[in-house]
């Protein structure tokens, strides 16, 4: 009993403290700093908690306590210290991000921790009603968080579009749990799991139908093809440390609970190879050619992010449902996230006042005037493009491994010839950063420390789980 | 000495030069690190240079595992075929923090960062930290030609760079590929470069992840049709950059195509091996005859870099014993001479500021000294007798007649060309009458002499006498071909006749 409260134990602060620093937040004392302090004592103590609970290395499958529909496996342990680490790092840069822009409310980062309650709660969920309830408190969250800025015209436009669009996503959710439900009498992986195994996947039209929609719901949300449209857009209008959480802290639960269903059942993923097959390779070349023509560096990453979505559906096309560990998809999401957030951590204070400096020319001579953060930024962007020795090299080439042993050579080499695509947009912002003199003085202090310091935390991580390749 | 001497070789220059780019160091202070760290890292090297024993088979090796579920190993070690492309590292990098004028600090790390890089991309005997190392060795190419480059020099940045990593993730592809392969057919993970020799590959694919591995090195060598990149980059890069690219990296391809293709793809090798070695020639001619019709002695130099890998290449591809140990031998040939003479033409440009030939002329009434040095370099670089360029395109071509009389023949006669351009240079910038440019052309100063020195005795003494040489190359070779008796068996036959008859060849 102990040990299923310890294994549930983060879920529990991280819910708590964002209902305690949403109520705190009426008392006009909470100031915004306070508010970002706390809500990263909650991350870092989350984060412990789960640390000593990897450490351990036990799964519960809860099936006296919550009747099997939270599972915490070592993937789910592992989603959910990326996932707190996002978190972390994203309060404390938008404690820095916050001294430049004005529109902040301490509510803002207990928005932060509930959309990281609904993060973790979808890493454990194993039935579908618990997935929806988790999906949407994350969602709701983040709808919030984009449109923060309540003045800006971008991020009202950002937020309206995502909430539309994600509505539907989570309406197309509910569809297929209702077509699943009708055709299996359940909604618990497992049982559906058992079904398919006794009636076959192709025999049961409901089934067929309520996975694909649910399949359309996922693909959504983690911004894959053909349901990528909206990520630039929404990335663009969503503030930089916002935005950097949703493409790290996001991805990585969406992932998490997308590996979780799609092993359910042999058939059930041997149904769907081809099509995430295709998927995934559009996904990547529809995701560059997005990338290439952006001169905005915040839809570029956005895009950029489009592509990783695809090398991560790669990693979903090779998994095998009999022996999953899901250590190839959790090191590669820890990989980007590390890459991603550092990237997002050095903007939110490079960004200046009103993120004035958005396009590839506003950083051009940066080296020059910083070199440190420049530094920071390309081995962030190397990490993107999987150069070695960092941390984006060790998870593409685990990714190329297992669609190798997989049988999905052609998979592996398209992986490859999109990462020789991608290379142009990661070098020339190296490029204009160094190669150019600078158009105007970065000589104004950072505004405080913190995200300074995050950025070099997240470097040392870059080149760390390169080197220490634990998960896997 | 100590056990871990090739980890020190490795990353005192790689640690050495990351510490300088953190710190605030002065160029002086960059400077004088990085001579005290290229020379400390020299006299390592000569050190394993006495301590190797020859026996054909990797030494000092150091094994720590890495990634146990995929066999990845930090696993290094060197025999008789990367023995020698170390060696030229070691030796020729130190030169060029004497030569120069003091540069910008970032110039002197970027210099140790690709001096361990390169040292760990050919002591790897393992694919993937082959292939780390393979990436970061790009890195401070791609710094120093970016930030410290001529006035062209973005396009020739991304040109190279763009390339090269096309090239490399094929590689990569191809890498993971052998691993998943030795997976199947071993039930056992690993990466290691010895171990895949036992491979059995047939198929589509593997001829596929055969190309992956040769267009990566033919890309890096640079072997006709790939050779695109190379005049841009050579011409734009700061001399040490062009130095270090021509010298020692684009041995690595062609030390790549020896660990790599010939033991593990025997039968795509064999198969291919003629296709490989025409276009060996091919770009040996067409380089040759672009030298020629350059005006830019360094663009010039440049060509007869990649025409000369042209050959060395060749003597890969001709898959047998000569030819290969030729190639080794012409490897440490080149780079001494070739990467001297680039260090010389950027004596010329930094001291008549232009790079021209026809305005420069009536050098060597000025510059005695400096003359005699390049004229040593230029004759080795095309091959006479008693300089060591002689001794290697000697073995290769004769390997080549071995394996086809035709590549044999086109490659001898090529070499005339290589005489063509580099006598008309030399006649045109150092005898004539004098210009104004080079009016006041300084000799070398005493330091710069004796930097250059040892150097050019190498030089001479490879040629004269290369059987020390010799002995320590033949076992790696001759174990080379042992491991593919299967399939070249006519040629593992000779193997063992072939030894008493190399040092006939010498004489």
């Not at chain 1, 051009?364 to 081995?379: E, F, V, W």
């Amino acid at each position: 009993m102990t040990n299923d409260l310890m294994l549930l134990l983060p879920l529990i602060i991280v819910g708590a403290g964002a209902i305690l620093l949403m109520l705190s937040s009426a008392y006009e004392k909470l100031t915004n700093e306070i508010a970002a302090y706390g809500s990263a004592v909650i991350f870092a103590l989350a984060f412990l908690v789960q640390l000593s609970a990897c450490i351990t290395d036990e799964a519960a499958l809860f099936s006296g306590a919550f009747n099997g529909i939270l599972v915490v496996s070592n993937f789910s342990k592992a989603a959910s210290l990326i996932i707190l680490a996002c978190g972390l790092f994203t309060a404390l840069s938008s404690q820095t991000y916050f001294r430049q822009n004005n529109f902040c409310t301490p509510e803002y980062y207990s928005l932060t921790v509930f959309a990281a309650t609904g993060m973790l709660l979808l890493t454990m969920a194993h039935e579908l009603i618990s997935v929806f309830i988790a999906l949407e408190i994350m969602s709701l969250a983040i709808y919030i968080l984009v449109g923060y800025d309540r003045k800006n015209v971008i991020s009202t436009e950002a937020v309206l579009k995502y909430l539309m669009l994600g509505a539907f996503a989570g309406a197309f959710f509910t569809m297929g749990s209702a077509l699943i439900y009708g055709a299996t009498a359940s909604t618990k992986f497992a049982t559906i799991g058992k079904y398919i195994v006794a009636h076959g996947f192709l025999q049961t039209p409901a089934l067929i139908g309520g996975a694909f929609f649910i399949l359309v719901a996922f693909l959504f949300k983690a911004a894959a093809f053909p349901f990528h449209a909206w990520v630039i857009d929404v990335y663009d209008g969503a503030s930089v440390p916002v935005t950097g959480y949703m493409a790290t802290g996001l991805k990585t639960a969406i992932f998490a609970v997308f590996a979780n269903f799609l092993i359910l059942d042999e058939t059930l993923q041997s149904g769907w190879i081809n099509y995430l097959f295709y998927i995934s390779v559009f996904t990547m070349f529809v995701g560059n050619l997005i990338a290439i023509g952006q001169q905005s560096l915040k839809r570029m990453l956005a895009a950029s992010g489009i592509v990783h979505t695809g090398y991560l559906l790669i990693a979903l096309v090779a998994v095998s449902t009999k022996d999953f560990t899901g250590g190839v998809i959790a090191f590669y999401l820890a990989a980007y996230a590390a890459g991603t957030l550092g990237i997002f951590c050095a903007l939110s204070y490079l960004g200046g006042t009103g993120e004035k400096r958005q396009t590839f020319d506003d950083f051009k001579g940066l080296a020059k005037a910083r070199p440190y953060s420049a530094a920071a930024i390309s081995i962030f962007l190397l990490s993107m493009a999987g150069i070695p020795p960092t941390a984006g090299f060790m998870g593409k080439f685990y990714v190329i491994t297992s669609a190798i042993n997989a049988g999905q050579v052609v998979l592996a080499v398209l992986g490859i010839i999109s990462s020789v695509i991608s290379m142009w947009y990661y070098l020339r912002l190296i490029i204009n950063m160094y190669f150019y003199e600078a158009e105007e003085e970065f000589n104004e202090p950072a505004p405080s420390s913190l995200a300074p310091i995050c950025t070099f935390i997240l470097v040392i991580c870059v080149f760390a789980i390169s080197l220490y390749p634990v998960a896997i | 000495m100590f056990e871990h001497v090739l980890s020190v070789i490795i990353f005192l220059p790689i640690l050495a030069g990351l510490l300088l780019l953190v710190t605030p160091a002065s160029k002086t202070i960059a400077r004088f690190t990085g001579l005290v760290i290229s020379l400390a890292t020299l006299v390592l090297s000569v050190d394993l240079y006495a301590g190797f024993s020859a026996t054909g088979h990797l030494e000092f090796v150091e094994y720590i595992p890495w990634v146990q579920s995929l066999g990845v190993a930090y696993h290094l070690g060197v025999d008789g075929i990367s023995l020698f492309i170390l060696m030229a590292g070691s030796v020729l990098l130190p030169m060029v923090y004497f030569v120069f004028s003091t540069k910008e600090k970032g110039y002197y790390a970027n210099l140790l960062i690709v001096q361990g890089a390169m040292a760990g991309a050919v002591c790897a005997a393992d694919m993937i930290l082959f292939y780390i190392f393979w990436e970061i060795m790009l890195l401070p190419v791609f710094f120093m030609l970016g930030l410290y480059g001529g006035p062209k020099k973005l396009p020739a940045t991304l040109k190279i760079t763009l390339y090269t990593i096309a090239g490399s993730l094929l590689m990569l592809a191809a890498i993971v590929y052998l691993g998943v392969s030795y997976h199947a057919q071993f039930n056992e993970w690993t990466f290691a470069m010895d171990k895949m020799a036992q491979l059995n590959l047939s198929g589509r694919v593997a001829v596929f992840a055969f190309f992956g591995f040769m267009i990566a090195f033919a890309i890096k060598i640079p072997l006709f049709p790939f050779h695109t990149w190379l005049p841009d980059a050579y011409t734009e890069a700061p001399t040490a950059a062009t130095f270090v690219l021509s010298a020692i990296m684009a041995k690595i391809g062609v030390y790549g195509v020896i660990r790599f293709v010939v033991p593990v793809f025997d039968e795509q090798f064999a198969r291919f091996a003629i296709l490989l070695a025409y276009s060996g020639v091919i770009g040996m001619m067409y380089c040759g005859i672009a030298a020629i019709a350059q005006k830019d002695f360094k663009r010039m130099l440049a060509f007869s870099s990649a025409s000369h890998m042209g050959i060395i290449a060749l003597g890969v591809f001709c898959m047998n014993m000569q030819a290969l140990t030729g190639s080794i031998y012409q490897i440490v040939a080149h780079a001494t001479s070739t990467g001297v003479l680039f260090l010389f033409a950027g004596i010329l440009e930094d001291r008549t500021q232009t790079r021209t030939i026809e305005d420069l002329g009536g050098i060597a009434s000025k510059a005695p000294v400096f003359a005699l040095y390049f004229a040593i370099a230029m004759l080795a670089s095309v091959g006479l007798p008693g300089t060591s360029g002689f001794i290697g395109e000697f073995m290769i071509i004769l390997g080549a007649i071995k394996f086809n009389t035709a590549v044999g023949v086109l490659a001898g006669t090529t070499l005339i060309i290589g005489v063509c351009y580099m006598l008309w240079m030399f006649q045109k910038v150092f005898f004539q009458n004098t210009t104004p440019t080079s009016e006041n052309f300084k000799d070398l100063t005493l330091v710069e002499g004796l930097t250059f020195l040892p150097v050019i005795i190498l030089i001479i003494v490879m040629g004269i006498y290369p059987q020390p040489f010799l002995s320590k190359i033949t076992p790696s070779t001759a174990l080379h071909f042992a491991q593919n008796e299967s399939v070249v068996a006519h040629q593992a036959v000779t193997t063992h006749a072939l030894l008493p008859e190399l040092t006939i060849e010498q004489k």
